[in-house]
């Protein structure tokens, strides 16, 4: 009889918790291992692929000012050439985030000749509050990121690891 009234009692806790919270933002990913992604800026399109093989595609959102190299910090455009995926962040503002390792040594080294900080913080991330309000009024809203839905982000972030190579190509 109390195995019942326990049992009961851990139900309705459970239905509280997802009531109160909705689902997990954290996926789990079972199929082929990504161990490559590339971003070509000019279609708005991110691959992830395994092997040589495409497994998932994504519209995406870049910086303000979206032609050319990222240079320095502040000029919103979103870097190119090849970085890899070095953080996450499950707390990011835009609902989820994967770090890419922009500047690398020659970014940085570029900018100080430049007298200038390279910036950094750039991340493939979803959207969030603020850009839901951005995106649907400017396709290219970020400061320098590449965005997708949260919904995307919530796939991306259980399919990419740290350590794979990103190609960012104009």
């Given at each position: 009889?109390?195995t019942?009234?326990?049992r ?19 996926k ?8 490559f ?16 093989q ?15 190299h ?14 890899y995926i ?5 707390d ?8 890419i390792?922009?500047?690398n040594?020659?970014?940085?080294a570029?900018?100080?000749?430049e ?6 913080d750039?991340?493939?991330h979803?959207?969030?509050?603020d ?40």
């Amino acid at each position: 009889m109390m195995t019942r009234h326990i049992r009961a009692g851990l139900a309705v806790a459970v239905l509280a918790a997802l009531a109160c919270c909705g689902p997990s933002k954290f996926k789990t990913y079972n199929g082929p291992p990504v161990t490559f992604v590339e971003v070509n800026k000019s279609s708005r399109q991110m691959m992830l692929y395994s092997g040589s093989q495409v497994i998932a595609a994504y519209n995406v959102g870049l910086g303000q000012a979206p032609s050319g190299h990222k240079q320095f910090s502040g000029d919103s455009k979103t870097p190119e050439g090849v970085y890899y995926i070095d953080r996450r962040n499950p707390d990011s503002r835009y609902h989820l985030s994967i770090g890419i390792s922009y500047p690398n040594p020659q970014d940085a080294a570029f900018a100080l000749t430049e007298g200038k900080h390279p910036g950094g913080d750039i991340f493939i991330h979803g959207r969030g509050p603020d850009g839901n309000v951005l995106a649907p009024q400017k396709w290219d809203w970020t400061e320098g990121c590449i965005a997708v839905t949260d919904a995307e982000m919530e796939d991306i972030y259980a399919m990419v690891r740290d350590g794979t190579p990103i190609r960012i190509n104009p």
